[in-house]
Structures are given as structure tokens and as C-alpha cells.
């Protein structure tokens, strides 16, 4: 049978890259690219639609010429204010059954949004650092909630990415300047308790693990030598890759909890191991960084081409393992 033909719906505005990356595994694992397409064709307002065509599913994308009939649709890269104009096309997904991976609106939603989270995590007994949720305070409320929080805390947006709107506050001018900021940008917004998240030779750090399908993949320990400065990749903290094997059991097992509570498939999960483990959030479509192709990339592919030879069990058709030759190398 000839090879699956793989969809690859991405946000092209997003800086992250995780397009191409997925594009590689999916090349790698099938012998061929991806039909890339644009993800705001699919969003409110775009011109992209979906049809069943016969028991398939058709998309047609008139702005990129395309009218295609995928096996697979890979979604992914979509910045998290761009998420909720794409129920739409995730329930499509849904309705005609698409061989598709973690597009529920529900969970997309509860993980995006850090309030909704922050409830799941409480329901379902998940470590994190107490938080309190704000909606347009006014000083007395910012002040207070800044005090019942031990004077040390976190502020970051209900939806944010890359940790550039988050900030580190330890006194009053500082809890003035980032309530005006969330003000002026009509955003509601939370403060954590620090986690004091910090190692022996003084730096800030985190993990982020990667689930998938209830197991870790892979994982990653992020060192930040600006203590008031978020530990992600793109703040300027350094990762250093983890085997599954050797992570830290407790954070393994958290991260799976918080992947199953928020209702994801699959996720990359930032927690720190302090407090016997805390989780600080749950990212939809975490972003790779080198050498994360065989780690993350391909197995996320892999398994939407798992999901497809069970659909086409006893068709004769199975996707490629990485056991046969592949581009640079890989195998």
C-alpha cells in the first residue's frame, strides 16, 4: 500500500519552528513529507473546510490550492491565543473521526487557560504551588493576595507562552508595576507562591517532561542563572536532556497525573522537584529544542501512525519502523 498521506496543520506565525521539525519525523517515517497547511484557513473565519467524502475525510484549502483526503492530520503549533478560533476545526476532527492526536476542545481549553487548570489540579489532588487567581484587582485585592502568598511570588497571564509576560515579584512597587501591566493589557492574570525552585550553586531550575499516551518520552532539567527571570529555553536557561530512565520517579509520576487531569494525550509537562514535586503548568504543544527529533518529534508522529495501522488492521499496511534506513543517518 502506498505510503499514509499525513496532513501537517501549523500556525506559521508561531516562531517556535515545531513545523519543521515534525515534518522531518514525518519524512523520516513514512518516505515522504507532509501536506503542510495553514492553520487559519481552519480557524473562524478561514476558508478551509471539511467534508466527508465517501467514509473519508476531505479538506479543502482554497488559499493554498489544496483538496486532499488525509490518512493522518497532525495539529499542532497553534499559539495559545490563536487556540479557541480552532474549536471549530477540532470538533470537525472529531465529527468525522479523523486519525488525529490530543485535539479536544475541552482539554485544549483547560490547559491553555492557567485558572482552569489550576481548578483541575485542585480537583484531582495534583501538586502546585498555591496560587490565587485575579480579575481585574484593585490594589487592596492585588496587595492581599500578594501577602496570603508570602510576599514571594510569580505573576504570569491565565494565557501566556514563552514566559515573556511572567515576573518574578518580591515587593510592593514590583506588585504596582506588574498589576498595571496586566491592567493595561485588560488580562486576567494569577500569583504563585515561589517555589524556590533553586539549586546548590544558586541557580533558578526546572523540568519539563514529555508525555505521551501515559508514559514519559522524554525529559529535560532547565538551569537559569537570572533568579527573577523564567527558566525557559527561550529566557535564556539552558537544557540539559534526561532519559526517561533517569528521571526523578516522583516527577515522572506527577507529570503523568497532571497530563491525565488536564485531559491530554499528550504534553509537556514544567514542575519542580522541591516540595516533593510541584507542578507549575501543562503546555498543549510544547516546543522542541535540538536534538529533540528522535526524542519527542518522532515518537509524537509515531504514534499518530500507530493510530492509523490499527484503523487499516488487516490491510496490509503498517507504518515504517525507525528500524529501516532514514535520512542523516538516522535509523
Known sequence: MSRPCVALVTDPTSPE?????????????????PVRIDSRNFAAGG?????????????IVPRQRLDLEPDVVVLYEIPPHRRQSLAGFQRLLHRHD????????????TATEKNLTVER?????????????????????????FEKLGGDVWARPVVGT??????????????ERVTAYYTERDSDWMLSRDAGNITADGRRHQFRVFVLHG????????????LDTPCNTSQGATAVHIPPADLDPRLAELSIAATASVGLQFAGVDLAVEHGGV????NVQPAFIDGELDKVAVPYVEA???????????????????????PDGHR
Open 17 to 33: 519552528g515545531c513545523g519543521d521539525v515534525l515534518a522531518q519525523a514525518v519524512e523520516l517515517l513514512t518516505g515522504g513529507p
Open 47 to 59: 476558508t478551509g473546510r471539511g467534508v466527508r467524502s465517501r467514509s473519508r475525510l476531505r479538506l
Open 98 to 109: 479523523a486519525v488525529t492526536l490530543g485535539t479536544g476542545v475541552s482539554a485544549w481549553r
Open 121 to 145: 489540579f485542585q480537583r484531582d489532588g495534583v501538586a502546585h504551588m498555591e496560587t490565587v487567581v485575579l480579575h481585574a484587582p484593585g490594589p487592596q485585592e492585588a496587595a492581599a493576595a
Open 162 to 175: 514563552g514566559g515573556s509576560d511572567t515576573f518574578h515579584v518580591t515587593d510592593l512597587d514590583g506588585l
Open 215 to 226: 508514559r514519559v518520552v522524554h525529559a529535560r532539567e532547565h538551569l537559569q542563572p537570572a
Open 279 to 282: 507542578v507549575f503548568e501543562v
Open 304 to 326: 499518530h501512525l500507530r493510530a492509523l495501522a490499527e484503523r487499516r488492521e488487516g490491510d496490509g499496511w503498517a507504518p515504517p519502523g525507525r528500524a529501516a534506513t532514514a
